[in-house]
Nanobody
C-alpha cells in the first residue's frame, strides 16, 4: 500500500484545513486508516483513526482534537480525509496518514500497529 498525503499549508488560528490521503493498492476498505502528527522537537502522536468496513468504520480521536477534527473515508475513491476546524497554533506539525490491518480496538492509537505511512504534509497555524 502506498499513501500520499496532501492539503497542508499555512492558516491562521481559528481557520480550517482539509487533509487528504490517497492510497494505491488493493483492499483499501479492509485497512484501518489513521492520522498522526509530529510537532517540532516532539514525538509523533496519534490524531485520529477510522476503522475498516468490517469493523463498522468507527472513528476515534485524541482528546486534543476531539470536536474540532473529523476523519472520514471514501472506499470507492481509496481516500481518507481529515477535516480540521478551529485550528490552534499547537496543531502545527507534520501530519502523516497511515494504514494498518488486523488492528484490535485497544491498539488503534499506537503508531507501531500501522506498517504503511505516507510522506507527511506540513500544517502551520499562526497566532
Amino acid at each position: 500500500v502506498q499513501l500520499q498525503a496532501s492539503g497542508g499549508g499555512l492558516v491562521q488560528a481559528g481557520g480550517s484545513l482539509r487533509l487528504s490521503c490517497a492510497t494505491s493498492g488493493r483492499a483499501f476498505s479492509s485497512y484501518t486508516m489513521g492520522w498522526f502528527r509530529q510537532a517540532p522537537g516532539k514525538e509523533r502522536e496519534f490524531v485520529a483513526t477510522i476503522r475498516n468496513r468490517n469493523s463498522g468504520g468507527n472513528t476515534y480521536y485524541s482528546d486534543s482534537v476531539k470536536g474540532r477534527f473529523t476523519i472520514s473515508r471514501d472506499n470507492a475513491k481509496n481516500t481518507v480525509t481529515l477535516q480540521m476546524n478551529s485550528l490552534k497554533p499547537e496543531d502545527t506539525a507534520v501530519y502523516y496518514c497511515a494504514a494498518g490491518s488486523g488492528l484490535i480496538l485497544s491498539s488503534v492509537r499506537s503508531e507501531t500497529q500501522y506498517p504503511y505511512w505516507g510522506q507527511g504534509t506540513l500544517v502551520t497555524v499562526s497566532s
